[in-house]
């Protein structure tokens, strides 16, 4: 939620900010700002909107010439939580009289009870934010030195917070802390980038350092000095960001949804590589960092996320369960610690994030490491704190996701999934034939995924039929009972179209109520377990009269007869197939979302990454 940029160093700032600006966009765009110290002075510009905008308005600014001179300075786009988006909401926010300026990313959850203290000592506040709160409380304990006037301030401050800070009167010097929310600093020659996140960096520099919570940095030009708001002086070792500039790039792609679903085969390709033992049917996951006796001793799962990461991990138990026979239980992280879970030293708590910085979920894993257990990441960004703080996981190698919602990450995370069900099985009754059916079975994925990405084109002609709907429901059974949860909530992310997903058994248990000619019903029914009962579900939609669309196997004419409409995919395990089911609704939603002319990348009111509760 919310990106930051900031720039100190031998460069104009201006560019830098900007260009991070723009890589940052899917983190919130709601409304963007940039502030600069030039001359001992602070220029700022502000607007609601998106960041071509503040580009626009930069470029005729009065000061234009000053604010592109400057060496130093922060900017920020904004997913808004406390005010609508508006100019006067953007941030940077200054303190009451411009010495001390700054970007926030967090919820100050004690910003009334401050703003009523600073407000008895005089203050006036012009923005509806709890970050204009904190800018003021910054500059009350401003005193010539902007690190300790931070320090100070932070000690009072209830919440989370990623924040960059400048004073007038100290040119080419930012504050930066973190508690709860990114930050990573990229380290580059005589010069030092900002950022909420890595992308904003990459096309400067590849040495980065991520700051851990309650970090404070103070930083101008290349030198850099963190310390810890509570133990003083520390040392944070930088590491090497592994993707490419062109990796966050369109590529020749209208969205940079379209290319991260066409990219999916490749990025499985990187998630499985090196990780599939054909020869003892078996997957190598030195991440985890457990021994055979331990995996053997584990005996549950807990699968805990939000969103697409839940519905990942809700194909992670059906498989898990299957193939080694251990419960194993999924949990909406939000939930997780607020309702004293029952969680032991012999559970592993698997926390799915592609980001690495969900705040429930990062919620969570504390919570199972208070209570002992075994923890561990399935994140998608190196050095995020999920990853740090649980010490053992699996990455993704995904590559950066921009598309606000999540495609490549989803199949990644279903990939690592399976992977991990092999794993345990193996060390129980799994026999080495049977796995080495399963790792061939994985292997072709790839494939799979690219024989649905050659139907794009008719997949583009069925999302012509459901373009003019304002309700859907989307049922399987199953594993397909996630893939049509996963397909609901991609129709609602990227279209706007209300859906639901349900088990295709519960759709008589009172949705039913609600079909009629203009209630459409997709329905996944490919082969496998449950299919003959899932088309009785299906002849119950069309009796009353609703459109329904099949999710078919390619060559099952018997079943796609039934339907109105089919989308194929190709034939294989049920396990597997819900990779290629899920690509298929993946470029349905796209089409549907292109046809209604939505904002694809950029949907209202999402935001990437969910750094607040």
């Known amino acids: 939620m919310c990106g930051i940029v900031g720039y100190t160093g031998k460069r104009s700032a201006m560019p830098v900010l900007l260009s991070g600006l723009k890589k940052l966009e899917y983190r919130g765009y709601d409304s963007a700002g940039v502030a600069v110290n030039e001359n001992n002075k602070i220029l700022v ?42 100019s006067i909401n953007a941030h940077p926010h200054p303190g009451p009289e411009s010495k001390v300026i700054l970007v926030h990313n967090g919820i100050i959850e004690n910003h009334n009870s401050l703003r009523q203290k600073l407000e008895s000592q005089g203050n006036v506040f012009v923005s509806e934010t709890d970050s204009e709160v904190l800018a003021h409380l910054v500059e ?30 100290e040119p080419g010097k930012l504050v930066v802390a973190r508690r709860g929310s990114p930050i990573v600093l990229g380290l580059g020659e005589d010069e030092t980038i900002v950022a909420s996140d890595a992308s904003a960096i990459i096309r400067w520099t590849r ?5 851990d ?44 949804m379209t290319k991260e679903i066409f ?20 997957s190598i996951l030195s991440g985890l960092n457990l021994s055979p006796r331990e995996l053997v001793d584990i005996q549950r799962l807990l699968i805990v996320g939000c969103g697409t990461s839940m519905n990942a991990g809700l194909i992670g138990e059906y498989a898990i369960e299957d193939f080694a026979g251990i419960p194993a239980e999924v949990e909406q992280a939000a939930e997780f610690r607020y309702r004293n879970p029952i969680v032991g030293s012999r559970d592993l708590v698997l926390a799915i994030s592609q980001s690495g910085e969900t705040a429930d979920t990062l919620a969570a894993v504390r919570e199972a490491v208070e209570k002992g257990s075994l923890v561990a990441g399935l994140v998608n960004v190196v050095g995020s704190t999920i990853a740090r703080e649980t010490g053992r996981g699996i990455y993704l190698h995904a590559g950066p996701e921009i598309s606000v919602a999540s495609t490549k990450a989803f199949t990644s995370q279903v990939s690592v999934l399976l992977m991990i069900a092999l794993k345990l099985a193996r060390g129980r009754r799994l026999s080495q034939a049977r ?33 003019n709907y304002q309700n859907m429901f989307y049922i399987g059974r199953g594993y397909m009972y996630p893939v049509a949860m996963e397909g609901a909530l991609k129709i609602k992310e990227i279209s706007y179209i209300h859906a639901e997903g349900y088990n295709a058994a519960e759709l008589k248990h009172g949705p039913i109520a609600l079909l009629d000619e203009n209630m459409p019903v997709i329905a996944l029914a490919n082969k496998g377990a449950g299919q003959d ?76 990454s969910v750094t607040v509760e």
Not at 214 to 236: K, P
Request: hydrophobic letters at 35%; one cysteine or more.
């Open 213 to 256: 919570d309650n970090d404070i940095a103070e930083i101008n030009g290349a030198q850099v000095d963190i310390r810890s708001l509570t133990s003083g002086s520390v040392t944070r070792t930088p590491s090497e960001i592994d993707w490419s500039p062109d990796a966050a790039e369109k590529g020749g792609f209208e969205h940079y």
């Open 207 to 211: 040495q980065a350092i991520y700051l």
């Open 45 to 86: 510009s502000k607007r609601d909107g998106k960041v071509q905008g503040l580009i626009e308005q930069i470029k005729t600014d009065e000061n234009v010439d000053e604010l592109e001179a400057a060496h130093s300075g922060i900017a920020h786009t904004r997913w808004a939580t406390h005010g609508p988006p508006t």
């Open 263 to 282: 990219e999916q085969p490749e990025t499985i390709r990187n998630t499985t590589r090196g990780r599939l033992d054909a020869e003892r049917g078996t």
């Open 533 to 608: 009962k899932t088309l009785s579900n299906v002849e119950e939609c069309k009796a009353r009269s609703a459109p329904v669309l099949g999710v078919v196997t390619a060559g099952d004419k018997e079943s796609a007869d039934i339907f109105d409409h089919v989308i194929e995919i190709p034939d294989c395990p049920q396990y597997t197939s819900v990779i290629p089911a899920a690509v298929a609704l993946q470029l349905f939603s796209y089409h549907v979302a292109r046809l209604r002319g939505c904002s694809i990348d950029q949907p209202r009111n999402l935001a990437k």
């Open 435 to 467: 796995g080495i059916e399963i790792v061939q079975e994985i292997k072709r994925i790839p494939e799979l995924i690219e024989w649905v990405l050659e139907t794009n084109d008719k997949i583009a002609e069925v999302a012509q039929h459901y373009t």
């Open 140 to 169: 009350s304990c401003y005193r010539g030195n902007l690190l300790e006037a931070v320090t100070e301030a932070l000690q009072q401050v209830e919440g989370t917070y990623g924040i960059t800070c400048m004073a007038k009167d």
